[in-house]
């Protein structure tokens, strides 16, 4: 580790010295983020400022590669920032966020809203668009990007709607991050105390013991009870106290919404703004901007699909709720839903969580499961860098090597694993990066992967549901989009694709997890390490579809609320004024007012839509699944975990990060348009095609 004291660089604007530029974490102090932020804002200005007044007539080289160029010191000083912010959001970083998220957009908008810029950007388009020039396919697809950008972020606008963009802009970076910031302190402020041990009849000793670190990690007494980012929370499962069960629900459905953290206002006003904001880009709605740029092209065609199995969905959803209640003539309450699922999935398969905990321990599932499957497929090998600091001390480093790369280049990138909760780490689970590869910039990755599991008590092993099994692998595969991504340009790095294909590689590398080859190498008893058996495995199989009716209409109902807020004209979202009956409408038109269950995620706590990056891109989950599903079908075609399926798969897709026409990239995949059809076998929802299963087919990428 450099001491700051005597290394003259800079760790937040300098190249850290650390292998592939892992940050110097230990040199990194708080007060030093504002001020690093704000003199790589100005450096970049400088870098455009550069570009556009050069005396030189318009060249890709000169123009658009420079751009690429441009903004190393802030890519890295943000990349650093917002990589500790999500994990570790402390009240300073917390406070740098407010001060710095409207200076960064109205940077941005300054800059892609620049006619001058623009004009030179143009002049390189028209004349790649005339055949007046030779570029290779990724530096031709560069200067369509850089075009298309500019013009949807306004640089085509006079100056005075230019001026009230930026103003938008400004105020929209202010709004989520102020949503974001009361969603995580409401969340914390609802955690459910338990004084009464005799509520928590029911949770074994697994899920237990983290309640109680969890409370004394607060101060309190007793037994404490976060709550994550789902309506549902996973815990509920297990508690057989039909108080406290709704004491949970109740907590759930409040965030967002508590006295000084009321995300009520703040959902009106970025709705209203975002639908002005496509006002000024000459298009009917936000949703319609979102969109064109997806690989389903048209809110109608990501609706569609959604709607196309609503009916089904409520169909299963129906019969379970009666299943549930034994007959019972009354509506299912929405706090006893999960705890009820599991009680009859239990009975009905003889597996639940208590039983299968304990064969997936996490060390274990990750070692010789997850990167076992990543090293069959992809070549890669995995070794910890104990030497290397993360930014917690419960961070891990892991040096990723690459058998493709000659022995003296084999090092292919670091990957940092952070999985465990923390009050200051928002909820769910994500990838993230440090750094991005990137040929021109001659840079290596250093990605992460963060998850939310509960501490167990010292000494304890860390075991998972198959839910967090799934996630584990789900996450990974993000992971390896960043890692194997092999582009020149930082702009098409690694995940950086849309909304409905980025979770394409994430969701495929979940289907790993419950291979039976798989399942015998690392699902083994924590304590006698006897290997699952394929009994409890075809059990576990069964059950995964049991409840499927209801998880398909939580999620669709939170992927249409999104569509519906985000589809508004500026004068419908000025109408709007009450976000329950704005919800409840939706939920009534699509058919989706099912008793007993809430949408995934309600407005108020809508972190996906609100303070992140999936805005009018909710249903990208279900878009992926499809392509999912069918490229599964296609991995078992081929015979599973086959490296000559994996070697097909990282070229052409997980190498190419954003420089493909996606659905191209997933024909030359497949050999195929992609079909819902698998999904809807995999989901058990195969009534729901609608004249054979349509191929999904879409807009440009």
């Not at 955690?191 to 309640?211: I, K, M």
């Not at 006897?530 to 998880?551: H, S, Y």
């Not at 972190?607 to 909710?618: E, K, M, N």
């Amino acid at each position: 580790m450099t001491d700051p004291s005597e290394d003259p660089r800079h760790p937040l604007l300098d190249e850290s010295p650390l292998p592939y530029g892992l940050p110097d974490f230990a040199a990194i102090r708080d007060e030093d983020l504002e001020p690093a932020i704000r003199t790589a804002i100005d450096d970049h200005a400088a870098e455009v400022a550069a570009i556009v007044a050069d005396p030189a007539p318009p060249t890709a080289e000169n123009t658009d590669v420079a751009l690429e160029r441009a903004g190393v010191a802030l890519g890295r000083v943000l990349s650093i920032f917002y990589g500790l912010l999500g994990p570790d959001a402390t009240p300073a970083r917390l406070e740098v966020d407010r001060v710095v998220s409207p200076l960064l957009a109205a940077h941005h908008s300054a800059v892609m809203s620049d006619p001058a810029l623009y004009a030179r950007v143009d002049a390189v388009f028209r004349a790649l668009e005339d055949g007046l020039l030779d570029l290779d396919d990724e530096t031709a697809r560069l200067v369509r990007r850089h075009h298309r950008d500019l013009l949807r972020a306004g640089a085509g606008l006079d100056d005075e709607e230019r001026g009230r963009l930026t103003a938008i802009d400004t105020r929209l970076a202010e709004l989520t991050t102020a949503f974001g910031e009361n969603l995580l302190a409401s969340t914390t402020e609802l955690a459910v105390p338990v004084t009464d041990e005799a509520e928590l009849e029911g949770l074994p000793e697994s899920l237990r013991a983290p309640l109680t670190v969890a409370a004394t990690e607060a101060g309190r007494e007793g037994w404490l009870i976060p709550l994550g980012l789902p309506t549902v929370q996973p815990i509920s499962a297990w508690i057989a106290h039909a108080g406290l069960r709704r004491r949970v629900m109740e907590a759930s459905l409040r965030r967002g919404a508590t006295p000084g953290h009321d995300n009520t206002p703040i959902v009106l006003e970025i709705v209203r703004l975002r639908a002005e904001r496509a006002e000024l880009l000459g298009l009917r709605c936000h949703a319609d901007h979102v969109l064109a740029v997806e690989t389903a092209g048209t809110p109608e065609a990501a609706r569609g699909l959604l709607l196309n199995v609503v009916d089904a969905a409520v169909t299963n959803a129906r019969n379970e709720a009666k299943d549930l209640l034994g007959g019972e003539d009354r509506e299912l309450d929405p706090a006893d839903w999960a705890y009820l699922s599991e009680r009859l999935r239990a009975e009905r398969f003889d597996v639940d969580d208590a039983r299968v905990r304990p064969f997936f321990e996490l060390e274990r599932t990750l070692r010789d499961g997850v990167m076992h499957a990543a090293s069959e497929l992809y070549g890669l090998r995995f070794v910890d860098r104990p030497d290397l600091r993360g930014y917690l001390p419960d961070v891990r480093v892991i040096e990723v090597f690459d058998e493709q790369r000659t022995e003296r280049d084999a090092g292919l990138g670091l990957l940092l694993l952070d999985y465990y909760a923390r009050p200051t780490k928002r909820g769910g689970a994500w990838m993230s990066s440090f750094r991005d590869q990137s040929r021109l910039l001659d840079e290596r990755p250093v990605v992460v992967n963060v998850m939310n599991l509960a501490r167990p008590a010292d000494g304890e092993p860390t075991l998972l549901t198959m839910d967090e099994v799934t996630t584990l692998f789900h996450e990974f595969g993000h992971a390896l989009h960043g890692l194997l991504s092999d582009v020149e340009y930082p702009v098409f790095s690694g995940t950086s694709v849309p909304r409905d294909f980025v979770e394409f590689p994430s969701q495929i590398n979940e289907m790993w997890a419950r291979r039976p080859d798989m399942l015998a190498r690392y699902a083994r008893h924590v304590a006698t390490g006897e290997v699952i058996d394929d009994d409890l495995v075809a059990r576990m199989r069964q059950a995964e579809r049991f409840g499927e009716g209801q998880a398909t209409v939580e999620y669709l109902g939170a992927a249409l609320l999104d569509l519906a807020w985000h589809s508004l004209t500026r004068e419908e979202a000025e109408e709007v004024t009450d976000v329950d009956a704005f919800e409840a409408r939706v939920l009534a038109d699509a058919g989706l007012d099912v008793p007993g269950i809430h949408p995934r995620y309600r407005s108020r706590y809508f972190q996906h839509v609100f303070a992140g990056g999936y805005s009018a891109a909710y249903y990208s989950y279900f878009w992926a699944e499809v392509l999912d599903a069918d490229a599964a079908e296609w991995f078992d075609e081929r015979g599973g975990l086959q490296r000559s399926s994996g070697e097909v798969m990282r070229r052409e897709v997980l190498s190419r990060g954003g420089a493909i026409d996606f659905l191209d990239a997933y024909r030359a995949l497949r050999g195929s348009d992609p079909s819902p059809r698998a999904l809807l076998r995999r989901r058990g929802l195969d009534s729901a095609v609608v004249g054979g299963g349509a191929a999904v087919t879409g807009g440009r990428s």
